[in-house]
C-alpha cells in the first residue's frame, strides 16, 4: 500500500466496510440501511422533519418519503403539525415505534461507544481531524465546478 491509489481505494474500502456493517445490522431487524438511520434521526432528533432528515443523509426528500410512508403504515411513526408552521410536520415514534426503536438502537450505539473507548482521546481525536480533513478536501475535489 505504498502509492496515493492504493491508499485511497483502502481508505474507501474501510469505508465501505462500515457501512456494510450497519447494512447487516439492519437486514438482521428486518430493515434496510435508510430505514434504520432514519429511524435512529426520528428517535434521536426533537422536531424531526423529512426535510431535516433527507439534508443530514443526503438523500433525495422521495426517498425519505418512502421510508417514512412505511413506517406510517407499519404503525411506527406518526405526523404532527407544528402549531408554528402547519406546513411542516414533524415526525414522531408511536408508542409501537418506540418500542422497536428501544429493542434495536441501543445495540448500535453501545457498539459504537464500546468500539471508540478502544481509542484514547488523543487518538480520537487525531482521527476525527484527519477524516474531516479528508471529508472537506475531497468535497472540494469532486464537487468543483
Known amino acids: 500500500m505504498n502509492t496515493i491509489n492504493e491508499q485511497s481505494e483502502f481508505f474507501c474500502d474501510i469505508a465501505q466496510q462500515i457501512n456494510s456493517i450497519y447494512e447487516e445490522y439492519a437486514k438482521s431487524v428486518g430493515l434496510s440501511y435508510t430505514s434504520l438511520y432514519v429511524l435512529h434521526m426520528i428517535a434521536l432528533v426533537e422536531n424531526c422533519t423529512q426535510k431535516y432528515i433527507a439534508e443530514q ?5 422521495q426517498t425519505i418519503n418512502s421510508v417514512i410512508t412505511t413506517f406510517c403504515k ?7 403539525e407544528l402549531p408554528e408552521d402547519r406546513r411542516h410536520k ?3 415514534l408511536t408508542e409501537k415505534g418506540q418500542d422497536f426503536a428501544n429493542s434495536i438502537l441501543p445495540k448500535i450505539e453501545q457498539a459504537e461507544q464500546r468500539s471508540m473507548e478502544q481509542f484514547d482521546v488523543e487518538e480520537r ?6 477524516i474531516k480533513k479528508y471529508s472537506n478536501i475531497f468535497a472540494k475535489e469532486l464537487l468543483k465546478k
Open 57 to 61: 443523509m443526503y438523500l433525495p426528500k
Open 90 to 92: 414533524v415526525l414522531r
Open 125 to 130: 481525536e487525531i482521527m476525527f481531524r484527519l
Open 74 to 80: 407499519q404503525g411506527l411513526v406518526g405526523l404532527m
